[in-house]
């Protein structure tokens, strides 16, 4: 039987490509410095990165500068930083879909978490991610079937970055059991001697101030009221004094107050009877866990290694008090059980609407221990009342207006339900449907041919049936319409997802479906349907729901069909 001639892909003539419109990049900028790497000589700095990231930007023709992302001081072992947070944010809102980081260290240490954005995460969400030193660009980057030709260098950071916690670790825990201080400040009343900084001395600005707050708590003071009187007297709390001092940069300390709980930490520390404590905070890195407070059993105690501010009987007595108030406390916790407990269904969702600070849940029993209700104060007024406008809010009527305003919402999610099942049947929306159906079909079959086509020109190469600069020409070309096609279909699935959000799955209908039997307000309820609640001093609520983005695409799109709604 005479041998069948190999099918070969026939050779195109190469022809000038369509002039197609670029495609603009929005660029997040990401930058970050650790505490251990700031301040050293010779090190990274966040204007260096910025500077380098900048620069890049503006020379790269497909790419717009859109915002600054910087986490300072923040650790790269793991992603939980705020402005890491913000980037992921703006990526998902649709805001920046390029990321450039000065190198993969800087973006983080961790090879699994940040294999997973580079892998998985980042080409769901569409994101393109530079690393400039190290000329790593997902757009260009070598994939094998494991993804990109980078996991060796991030494990190489982690190990790095935990083998260097390892060898620090010793020398560390030596300075600490010599009652060497290798904390990055002193404690409040104390400051660095100049000429060993592993040492303390009693600060002239800040020591007689420890000295009266212990008399204060003497004279039967609360922590509270010792905190409101260093506030009157405008006397910077610990915080603000280090940023004042420039020893902080953050921002965030310019106006810090004294709180019960900053009275408290100094009013409970043995530092201020001469006595070294450290290790009551360990980072867990190097064990591979993440920070902990170590029991106290385990703090590093060396006596007698500073001067003291207050004498070993008036700390004792100070003691004694807080032992006692503690005790008191207890009891009257206890005291009124018999009432019982109402399930806190709102927590986390309930703000100040001035210092937009949560509210705190606040239990009273009245009537002689027989009436139990809760109500908000703000945590800020109660600290300092000059602070935040007092807020006092009842628990049961807020409920109330909650519920309210949910019933009415699942009411409208209701009626408009029976008004997208009409749309969902019409003419329209069946035909939208199937159109979408059709494309989406037409370009998997485009994205099939292109693959079936790249795979096979190897063979024939092999095979001696096409010359190298045919081979390399047309998979260059076959390349380039996988590429089409699988942006084309990625696009219409896009589409076909929106165009669904809008009517037949539209989130906050189905939220809002799954309480239409409910009688009240139920925990799972508020969280699913409010996003925040804020109250002001005049009692003014304001109420931010969830799904407004959805609802009103829905809104519009009924009216859009003639269909009015009415809220």
């Excluded at 099918?7 to 000038?16: D, E, R």
């Excluded at 980042?122 to 260009?140: C, E, K, Q, S, W």
């Excluded at 420890?210 to 004279?219: A, G, T």
Aim: include cysteine; glycine fraction near 4%.
């Amino acid at each position: 039987m005479a041998r069948t001639k190999r099918k070969v892909n026939p050779v195109l003539p190469v022809t000038a490509p369509a002039t197609q419109p670029r495609r603009m990049y929005q660029a997040g900028s990401y930058v970050r410095l650790s505490v251990e790497d700031s301040g050293k000589p010779g090190a990274d700095t966040i204007a260096t990165q910025r500077e380098l990231i900048q620069s890049y930007i503006d020379s790269q023709p497909d790419m717009q500068f859109y915002d600054l992302y910087c986490d300072n001081g923040r650790t790269g072992t793991n992603f939980d930083r705020p402005e890491f947070e913000r980037l992921m944010d703006d990526v998902r809102a649709g805001k920046v879909d390029c990321i450039v980081v000065k190198d993969l260290s800087r973006f983080g240490r961790n090879y699994r978490e940040t294999g997973n954005y580079l892998e998985r995460l980042f080409p769901l969400l569409g994101v393109r991610f530079i690393a400039v030193n190290d000329h790593f660009d997902t757009l260009t980057a070598e994939r094998s079937q494991d993804g990109y030709i980078v996991p060796l260098k991030n494990i190489m950071n982690d190990v790095y970055s935990k083998d260097i916690s390892r060898k620090i670790l010793p020398a560390l825990t030596t300075k600490r059991q010599n009652g060497e201080f290798i904390g990055t400040w002193a404690a409040y009343g104390y400051q660095k001697c100049p000429d060993d900084r592993h040492r303390i001395e009693p600060d002239a600005e800040t020591a007689p101030v420890v000295r009266e707050m212990f008399q204060w708590r003497l004279s039967g003071l609360s922590y509270q009221s010792i905190a409101r009187k260093l506030n009157e007297r405008s006397i910077p709390s610990p915080a603000r004094y280090h940023y004042l001092k420039g020893d902080a940069k953050s921002k965030r300390y310019a106006n810090t107050l004294w709180s019960v709980y900053a009275v408290k930490k100094i009013l409970t520390n043995e530092v201020y009877l001469g006595h070294m404590i450290q290790g009551r905070k360990r980072s867990g890195f190097s064990e591979g866990r993440k920070p902990y407070c170590a029991p106290e059993s385990e703090w590093m105690i060396v006596r007698n290694t500073h001067e003291p501010l207050v004498d070993e009987e008036t700390f004792r007595t100070v003691q004694r008090m807080a032992a006692e108030a503690s005790s008191a406390y207890k009891e009257r916790l206890g005291r009124h059980d018999g009432l019982g407990t109402i399930p806190h269904i709102l927590r986390g969702l309930i703000y100040c609407a001035d210092c937009k600070r949560p509210l705190v849940r606040y239990k009273s029993v009245t009537n002689k221990g027989r009436n139990l209700y809760y109500v908000y104060i703000c945590p800020s007024h109660t600290a300092e009342l000059s602070s935040c406008p007092k807020k006092y809010f009842h628990e049961t009527a807020l409920i109330e207006i909650l519920w309210d305003t949910l019933r009415r919402e699942i009411a409208l999610a209701v009626n408009l339900d029976e008004l997208v099942r009409q749309y969902n049947k019409s003419a329209k929306a069946i035909s939208q449907e199937a159109s979408l159906k059709r494309e989406i079909a037409s370009a998997k079959q485009a994205l099939s041919r292109a693959e079936m086509l790249y795979d096979s020109l190897f063979q024939n190469y092999a095979d001696k049936l096409m010359s190298e600069r045919e081979y390399t020409e047309m998979k260059r070309q076959y390349r380039s319409d996988m590429e089409r096609a699988q942006a084309r279909l990625h696009e219409l699935e896009q589409q076909q997802d929106a165009e669904r959000r809008k009517a037949a799955k539209n989130p906050w209908l189905t939220a809002c479906a799954q309480f239409k039997e409910e009688q009240a307000l139920t925990e799972a309820m508020a969280h699913a349907l409010i996003e925040r609640v804020e109250i002001d001093a005049d009692n003014h609520i304001k109420i931010a729901l969830r799904y407004r983005d959805e609802y009103n695409a829905l809104v519009q799109l009924l009216a859009a069909e003639g269909k009015a709604v009415s809220a």
